[in-house]
């Protein structure tokens, strides 16, 4: 980091490790040992630099945590972090962070900066196969060596757990890493999703809370907001598609040549490893993809699922999502969108609650031609 000219402030650099610490607690405490093979509880101590700025801010952190990964969680902040690397800062020609996956909406993300004349420095988790695709993606957006691409290292035995309900606060730990060698103040940081899987409603009632994941639901990203406000960390953190579905970010896609040169080369599946990297095409993100791609142009979605209908009688890892998309539209035809949505929008400011049941609509709309398609209803 200092030769690479990182100088971030103490408050940056604080977070940083406290975003890796909750990571590593993440995945070094299994769910299958707690009481309801769920729901754990879990105290965790990280070494700061400046540990009495984070005091008053303790239960807000707590809370957020529990909000992401269901847990409850008891932080202790101590002297002890690791020092922020002192290197000499360069200066970049970047107005902005954004969040590159590898997946589609965060390629459209990216195409739609660059067409408006923002100059993003895109930030990346190494992510197996998605990692060379990450470098394609930021290369013909023309991130040049400004593509931050990195792993959290978090290494240790014994057992794992695979949930990984917070493995996207590493993601906005690098983010804010990324943003402190932006000079303009406040640096905006752009996470590039789709409405619909922001708010990600469960589709059955047994998908409730952290069942599904809150990764860039918009109560927590208001929740990390306040904390950095808080902490001093200049970044402003935009959900700049929180109101759209995939399918109208694919048809609204400000330069849809490049979009439709790449669009079928991304990755959303759930089970992307468990299929040897290919997708699966039943999971929820496969679904929501395939029904963005009939939405926008069905000639494009060359994508090669393992199954290509959902009616496919194959064998299938995981959940039976389609099932659980088809009970969902069901529910909502038969009794309202709002009978469905029950509680769903009991975060959201007066002034945003149409807009998010707009585009919860929509999905649900966008997931029915697909069920429809492949004779599920």
């Excluded at 917070?166 to 409405?195: D, H, K, M, W």
Aim: with cysteine; proline share 6%.
């Amino acid at each position: 980091m200092k030769r690479r000219g990182f100088a971030p402030s103490p408050q940056a650099w604080d977070f940083v490790q406290f975003c890796l610490a909750v990571c590593a607690a993440d995945l070094a405490c299994p769910r299958n040992t707690s009481a309801d093979g769920w729901t754990r509880t879990i105290s965790l101590t990280v070494g700061l630099n400046e540990p009495l700025t984070w005091a008053p801010w303790k239960q807000h952190a707590e809370d957020m945590l529990k909000v992401l990964t269901g847990d409850y969680w008891t932080l202790h902040f101590i002297d002890g972090g690791a020092p922020p690397p002192n290197g000499k800062p360069k200066a970049l020609d970047h107005d902005c962070v954004s969040l590159l996956s590898g997946g589609l909406d965060s390629l459209i993300g990216g195409i739609d900066l660059v067409a408006s004349n923002r100059r993003p420095m895109f930030v990346s988790q190494l992510a197996h196969e998605d990692s060379q695709r990450q470098r394609n993606y930021a290369g013909l957006l023309g991130a040049g060596a400004t593509h931050r691409q990195w792993s959290h290292g978090i290494s240790f035995s014994g057992p794992r757990e695979s949930s990984t309900r917070a493995r996207s606060l590493a993601f906005y730990g690098f983010a804010v890493l990324a943003a402190s060698q932006i000079a303009a103040t406040p640096v905006q940081v752009f996470i590039p999703e789709n409405g619909f899987i922001c708010i990600n409603p469960p589709l059955v009632p047994g998908r409730v809370s952290s069942l599904s994941t809150r990764t860039t639901h918009p109560m927590f990203i208001a929740m990390l907001q306040a904390l950095l406000t808080g902490l001093g960390v200049e970044v402003r953190l935009e959900l700049p598609y929180q109101f759209k579905t995939k399918g109208e970010m694919l048809r609204e896609c400000l330069n849809p040549d490049l979009l439709r040169a790449w669009a079928a080369d991304s990755t959303s599946c759930g089970r992307f490893r468990t299929y040897n990297r290919v997708h699966c095409g039943r999971c929820v993100p496969c679904m929501i993809r395939k029904s963005a791609f009939l939405a926008w142009d069905p000639q494009m979605d060359t994508t090669e699922y393992v199954h290509d209908s959902l009616a496919d009688s194959g064998k299938s890892s995981g959940p039976d999502d389609p099932m659980a998309a088809a009970l969902a539209i069901v529910a909502v035809e038969d009794k309202g969108l709002d009978r469905f949505l029950g509680a769903t929008l009991a975060f959201a400011r007066h002034e945003d609650r149409a807009a998010y049941r707009r585009v919860l609509g929509a999905g649900i709309a966008e997931l029915g031609v697909l069920l429809r398609r492949d004779s599920i209803l």
